[in-house]
């Protein structure tokens, strides 16, 4: 009896198990948008250098920001060069192709920019940003209309243990900015700052901000292994020493807290790189929270052998109401080191995948130093050098996209089952495009190619064996597809 399997939707990210997958789960799929609405798998285009030599500036953070005088600039934030300090860069004539000019008026003078700091404040159409000085951490302010720089707006007492810094947060409803430290948040209302405006219990450090009501979602993680991260929800009344409510987010170090479509969703890693002695299978974990209790939605486990490579950072972006973060894992037999998404699909599941590679097909040597989403751009500084990539703003493909299938068995892996053929239907194929197919099964962990497709304006390809040789598809008890799409333009 022929048993036809067909595979139409790819919204579901990462299945818990490969072998009991939903029919919009998978393996793992790398550089493809897999969650939109489209029921396609979508190349994203590559990522290229950022004009100009930006490496001694060490970029990790972008903001587009319309000054007093009306003025929308793209903006940077790295350290001076040959130094630690802040430093200001801004692309005036086209946002995307043009080249960052240094600002030699947006240039501090002491201390250690925190390059993921960066944030624009309407409130007094000023860019802040975070630096470490003398064991405290500073804010300084830099307004572009009248190119001033102002160093120490404020000053809080410490700094990190972990050397972790939240992002500044502006909360809608008060149009307050907030910073941490350790576990000390300070507030900016307009020009008024106050060095502690809530000292959170010790053990903990200040990871993210986001907002939930009229709450700041304050996401915490432990300083001990092994111990327990937490949310707490304050109300941002100064005049207390207590927050509202504390959400357990269960053992692991919470690293990103973000606001949804109304719900909180949480990413911890248990545990992070190197290091820890009491983890044997390390595992990313997505929580969400809309009161009550945090629930678990997803998980990542850890799946190589030796030294750990598990590191979760607490940079994120926001998208289309998906949450975007950087992660290296280990999975379906490769570290995967790169930009990942969590999100809701179109039946209101929560999905979890690795998204856009950040320099193309080649490894990172070292991990992700920060990234910014602008519009559907990405900027993305990486490898610890001052590399600093973005989107590339013309239409090529040249990095492989990767899709893998869950285990396909028909509901039994002990059965033999003869593989008949197979079909992979595309868009009309561009000019220079492939895609190529291949197939592993039972316990094999290296794929054998079925057959590779480059036929211009065609919509899909069949094949009945492995067309490089002619030898029948083979007999097998579990069997998965991957499809590799590369080139167009």
């Known amino acids: 009896m022929l048993v036809p399997f067909s595979i139409t939707e790819f919204d579901g990210g990462i299945a818990s198990d490969s072998r009991n997958a939903a029919p919009n789960e998978f393996a793992i799929a ?31 953070s972008v903001v587009l920001f319309t000054d007093s005088g009306g003025t929308q600039n793209l903006f940077a934030l790295g350290n001076v060069s040959g130094q630690t300090y802040p430093q200001i860069l801004e692309k005036s004539a086209n946002i995307v192709t043009g080249t960052f000019a240094i600002s030699t008026t947006g240039a501090g003078a002491a201390g250690t920019v925190i390059a993921t700091s960066l944030v624009g404040y309407k409130n ?33 007492t410490g700094t990190s243990a972990t050397a972790v810094y939240p992002q500044p947060f502006r909360h809608p409803q008060d149009d307050i900015l907030y910073f941490g430290a350790g576990r000390v948040i300070a507030s900016l209302n307009a020009t008024t700052f106050t060095a502690a405006a809530l000292t959170l219990p010790a053990g903990f450090t200040i990871t993210s901000f986001t907002d939930f009501g009229v709450y700041l979602a304050i996401t915490c993680a432990p300083l001990d292994q092994g111990g327990k991260s937490v949310c707490f929800l304050w109300g941002r009344d100064t005049s207390l020493t207590t927050v509202e409510e504390v959400v357990d987010l269960g053992e692991g170090a919470a690293m990103i807290g973000e606001n949804v479509g109304g719900a909180i969703l949480f990413v911890s890693n248990v545990s992070q790189a190197g290091g820890s002695l009491i983890d044997i299978a390390p595992k990313i974990v997505v929580r969400y929270y809309t009161g009550g209790l945090a629930r678990v939605a997803r998980e990542v486990q850890w799946t190589g052998t030796g030294t750990q490579t598990t590191l979760l950072h607490n940079f994120k972006a926001k998208k289309d109401d998906n949450l975007f973060f950087s992660c290296k894992q280990y999975v379906e037999n490769k570290t995967v080191n790169q930009l990942w998404v969590v999100g809701r699909n179109n039946s209101g599941g929560f999905f979890i995948t690795p998204d856009r590679l950040i320099n193309n097909d080649t490894a990172l040597t070292g991990n992700i130093d920060g990234f910014s989403i602008v519009g559907d751009y990405l900027w993305a500084g990486y490898n610890g050098d001052g590399s600093l990539k973005r989107t590339n703003d013309a239409a090529t493909y040249t990095a492989a996209c990767i899709y893998e299938s869950p285990v396909i068995n028909s509901g039994d892996s002990v059965k033999k089952k003869d593989f008949k053929g197979i079909t992979v239907y595309t868009e009309p194929m561009p000019t220079a495009g492939q895609i190529v197919c291949k197939y592993r099964i039972n316990a094999e962990t290296s794929y054998t190619t079925i057959f590779t497709h480059t036929t211009d304006n065609s919509t899909g390809h069949s094949s009945i064996n492995i067309e490089s040789s002619g030898a029948a598809l083979p007999e097998h008890t579990e069997l998965q597809i991957r499809v590799e799409s590369t080139g167009g333009a």
């Open 30 to 60: 790398q550089n493809f948008d897999t969650y939109s609405k489209s029921h396609k798998l979508i190349p994203y285009r590559d990522m290229e250098n950022e004009a100009g030599t930006l490496g001694v500036y060490a970029i990790k």
């Open 124 to 156: 007094q159409n000023k860019l802040y940003f975070m630096k470490t000085n003398g064991g405290n951490t500073i804010i300084d302010s830099y307004d572009p209309a009248t190119n001033t720089y102002a160093s120490t707006v404020g000053t809080i």
